[in-house]
């Protein structure tokens, strides 16, 4: 069974960077075709996928046009883990983030528990 | 991007009733398309992918079906943990899939 646990700070200040981690539990984050992704989600915005990384022989990263410049999605195979970096965050950053295994064909099957980061002087 | 409507955005039902909610796609998206339950603090849960193919461990009282822009999740006797919000995302233009609006089922 694939466990995805989220960490990070649930409080970050405008123009600041914005940090989480989802540790991968049951499968690899270097599992040839298997997407690891962030998606986001507020009122505002409903359910926003924001970036995915994906090895087939080597790293493909694709990133959602509303943040791409200050967004990263960072895979770490010696720490079994994928991270997001979002930069010069605004108060319409604030969300609960998830991090998700698939969205493809497959569909969305294995998610983390969500952290909600707000976006607060 | 493909956009994704959702109807009702809201529904009141009881339990042992059957339940319906369309979702439609800005345009044709083949069978690309999954559903999922949200219940309040939780991740969403897959329910449905390629349309109408059940994702392991769910209840066979879900069922998904429709092609090219319009498709249907429907819940065949409503039980009480069946009270939660429902999402569609289309996968066909993958990495860059978008959700509908959400469904929420609520106790009449």
């Known amino acids: 069974q694939v466990q995805l646990q989220q960490s990070g700070p649930g409080l970050v200040k405008p123009s600041q960077t914005l940090s989480l981690t989802c540790a991968i539990f049951?499968?690899?984050?270097?599992?040839?075709?298997?997407?690891w992704n962030w998606v986001r989600q507020s009122p505002s915005r409903g359910l926003e996928w924001l970036a995915r990384?994906?090895?087939?022989?080597?790293?493909?990263?694709d990133y959602a046009v509303s943040v791409k410049g200050r967004i990263s999605i960072i895979p770490d195979p010696s720490k079994n883990q994928v991270s997001l970096q979002l930069n010069s965050v605004t108060p319409d950053d604030t969300a609960v983030y998830y991090c998700?295994?698939?969205?493809?064909?497959?569909?969305?099957?294995?998610w983390g528990q969500g952290t909600l980061v707000t976006v607060s002087s | 991007d493909i956009q994704m409507t959702q109807s009702p955005s809201s529904l009141s039902a009881s339990v042992g009733d059957r339940v319906t909610i369309t979702c439609r796609a800005s345009?044709?998206?083949?069978?690309?398309l999954n559903w999922y339950q949200q219940k309040p603090g939780k991740a969403p849960n897959l329910l449905i992918y390629?349309?109408?193919s059940l994702q392991s461990g769910v209840p066979s009282r879900f069922s998904g079906s429709g092609s090219g822009t319009d498709f249907t999740l429907t819940i065949s006797s409503l039980q009480p943990e069946d009270f939660a919000t429902y999402y569609c995302q289309q996968s066909v233009d993958s990495p860059r899939v978008t959700f509908g609006p959400g469904t929420k089922v609520e106790i009449k």
């Open positions: 049951g499968d690899s984050v270097s599992s040839h075709n298997v997407a």
């Open positions: 998700v295994r698939g969205l493809g064909s497959s569909g969305g099957d294995f």
């Open positions: 990384a994906n090895y087939r022989s080597k790293w493909f990263f």
């Open positions: 390629g349309a109408s």
């Open positions: 345009q044709t998206i083949s069978n690309f």
